[in-house]
């Protein structure tokens, strides 16, 4: 791994365990083990440091995304693996940073406080967002096509729908620690397929 990752890595573990403001450059050099003058070289300040960091998280869970949709060879699948993937978010952060202790809680907290003051970040998740968004409208397209869900589908609304009940779903466990997220992501998953899937027919 190069310099310039290691501290990236570092300072994301860091961000997330503390949140933005209560991290300093210092607690990345502790994380790091690296040089305040090494962090500097590559990054001039926190804020920077932040957004590259967040970066390589959202480039992260891109390559998650990507595959989910290559890995699974029908909607059916694909639909399945992604609400299971709602329990796993703490163990794919904890891959990311190599740390067991990061709180899904404090993922959501941390984004939520990156939207609001690095209006860049917001705009990148949402071009992320709107990426995913037409990859699932040719899945559900392609599945149309196969005859495996209905064709009065509207794809488009559908896969908006897709994206706000994982996000929903996440973000109302942050309000509540009373949700199940691995059943609640397998009853999610079975409602919506019963609902679109021609399987349920006659």
Same mark, same amino acid.
């Given at each position: 791994? $190069? ?11 860091? =961000? &997330? +365990? ?24 590559? =990054? ?5 440091? =932040? ?6 998280? =959202? ?15 029908? &909607? ?9 993937? &709602?329990?796993? #978010?703490?163990?794919? +952060? ?6 067991? @202790?990061?709180?899904? @809680? ?5 984004? !939520? @406080? ?6 860049? #970040? ?9 990426? $995913? ?16 869900? *209905?064709? @009065? ?8 729908? %897709? ?5 929903? !779903? ?8 009373? %949700?199940? &997220?691995?059943? *609640? ?6 409602n919506l397929w019963k609902s679109i899937s021609i399987e349920n027919d006659g």
């Amino acid at each position: 791994m $190069n310099p310039r990752t290691k501290i990236i890595q570092s300072a994301l573990k860091v =961000f &997330l +365990l503390k949140g933005y403001d209560a991290t300093s450059v210092n607690d990345v050099v502790s994380e790091s083990q690296t040089s305040k003058g090494g962090i500097y070289h590559h =990054f001039k300040n926190k804020e920077e440091l =932040f957004i590259e960091a967040i970066d390589y998280l =959202f480039d992260k869970f891109e390559d998650i995304e990507r595959s989910i949709y290559s890995d699974s060879t029908n &909607l059916k699948q694909i639909l399945k693996t992604y609400f299971d993937s &709602l329990s796993n #978010i703490s163990e794919i +952060l904890g891959a990311m940073t190599g740390s067991d @202790n990061i709180d899904v @809680n404090n993922f959501y907290m941390l984004m !939520t @406080n990156a939207f609001i003051k690095f209006p860049q #970040i917001r705009e990148k998740h949402g071009e992320l967002h709107l990426k $995913n968004q037409e990859i699932l409208v040719e899945i559900i397209k392609k599945a149309q096509l196969e005859g495996q869900v *209905k064709d @009065n589908i509207d794809c488009e609304t559908m896969a908006f729908m %897709i994206n706000a009940l994982a996000e929903g !779903t996440m973000i109302y466990h942050i309000m509540t620690d009373r %949700i199940d &997220l691995k059943e *609640k992501g397998e009853k999610i998953f079975q409602n919506l397929w019963k609902s679109i899937s021609i399987e349920n027919d006659g």
